[in-house]
């Protein structure tokens, strides 16, 4: 395969409604894989970055890094994979390779910056291009193996939303015995729940109201609480020993960080646009800890894809044309979807 054109969608400007185009790929190297992208799922940093809300972003931008398709083609030095394998590719496509991060299979945290799906720059300078589109080349390091129990529509959204919740909670240590709650039942929180509750903890939801309680209960959540009821805090306060955090607005941290434990974390996974406040008491008293957590490297990327399968864990989806990515866009906005939308890229 030479460089070609393939179909995509792209924002051609920031805030612009995304429409129907073509981008290039790149030949087939000496260890690349040529993937036909079958389904592609719309996570909620999609459209932070083709609105610019993380900062200036790189247009057009074909947006997309919860991608699952079938390996179509292979270069002649591969190893990995076969032509008709299935695979996945999640938020990055490369990285150093060489710094101790990288060589520890944490290629998220690569000093030199790994290489994002899309609105980003590979190594020679030419912009990246995500999942909305039929076809993707990238280096066989950076593809994961999607076991045969997982359909490919269902396993999409694990590329971002699977290993976002997957890492922390295997970090900190999420187990029989261990009170975790996760904020927001969204399409990273619903994940949150499911993963949190196969690995054995106790699984509470906190979320802004009750509209969505039973279905937290069905996903394996044991306890759901509004946080829009003031007495909410009152009730739980000391409860956790880890909150996983995954909406993408500030939040009130000092009353949040008064339901951990002694010892206890809470983990910031959603990323919002605007800067949020803290007291430093409410770390200091009780030896709290406020972290973060990225995406996972490609070996854990590929222990969470088999965790899930092992479990029957797949993301609970709505299936789209892709004409229908702007109207999905807005839904997102309005957390009007259940809990992720994924693009059937036959459409496109």
Not at 226 to 237: G, Q, R, S, W
Not at 244 to 249: D, F, I, L, R, Y
Request: net charge negative; aromatic share 8%.
């Amino acid at each position: 395969m030479s460089v070609t054109q393939v179909a995509a969608y792209a924002a051609p400007a920031a805030k612009a409604p995304l429409e129907r185009t073509t981008v290039p790929r790149r030949p087939v190297g000496e260890h690349d894989v040529l993937i036909d992208i079958k389904y592609a799922g719309i996570c909620h940093s999609d459209i932070h970055q083709a609105r610019d809300g993380w900062g200036e972003g790189i247009f057009p931008m074909v947006p997309g890094h919860e991608i699952a398709g079938v390996v179509a083609e292979v270069g002649p030095g591969v190893t990995r994979y076969a032509v008709g394998d299935r695979v996945g590719v999640g938020c990055f496509v490369d990285s150093c390779r060489a710094c101790e991060y990288c060589r520890r299979g944490q290629e998220q945290y690569c000093v030199k910056g790994m290489t994002p799906t899309y609105n980003g720059r590979d190594k020679e300078g030419e912009p990246t291009y995500g999942g909305y589109s039929t076809h993707v080349v990238v280096d066989e390091n950076y593809a994961v193996r999607i076991p045969e129990g997982l359909d490919l529509d269902i396993a999409a959204p694990l590329l971002c939303a699977g290993i976002t919740l997957y890492s922390p909670l295997k970090h900190w240590e999420a187990g029989p015995g261990k009170k975790v709650a996760i904020v927001g039942l969204g399409g990273l929180g619903h994940m949150g729940v499911k993963i949190a509750a196969a690995l054995g903890a106790e699984v509470t939801v906190l979320s802004q109201s009750l509209r969505k309680k039973e279905d937290g209960l069905k996903l394996g959540a044991s306890h759901y609480y509004a946080t829009n009821d003031e007495t909410t805090f009152e009730k739980l306060a000391g409860t956790f020993d880890l909150i996983v955090s995954t909406v993408s607005a500030p939040l009130p941290l000092d009353a949040y960080l008064s339901l951990l434990k002694v010892d206890g974390a809470f983990v910031n996974v959603g990323a919002p646009e605007e800067p949020v406040s803290l007291n430093l008491f409410s770390v200091i008293a009780g030896r709290k800890t406020l972290a973060g957590s990225s995406i996972g490297g490609i070996p854990e990327t590929q222990e969470m894809l088999d965790f899930c399968a092992e479990h029957g864990l797949g993301a609970e989806i709505e299936l789209i044309d892709a004409g229908q990515i702007n109207e999905a866009y807005e839904r997102v906005l309005s957390s009007d979807v259940r809990y992720r939308f994924v693009i059937d890229t036959a459409t496109i």
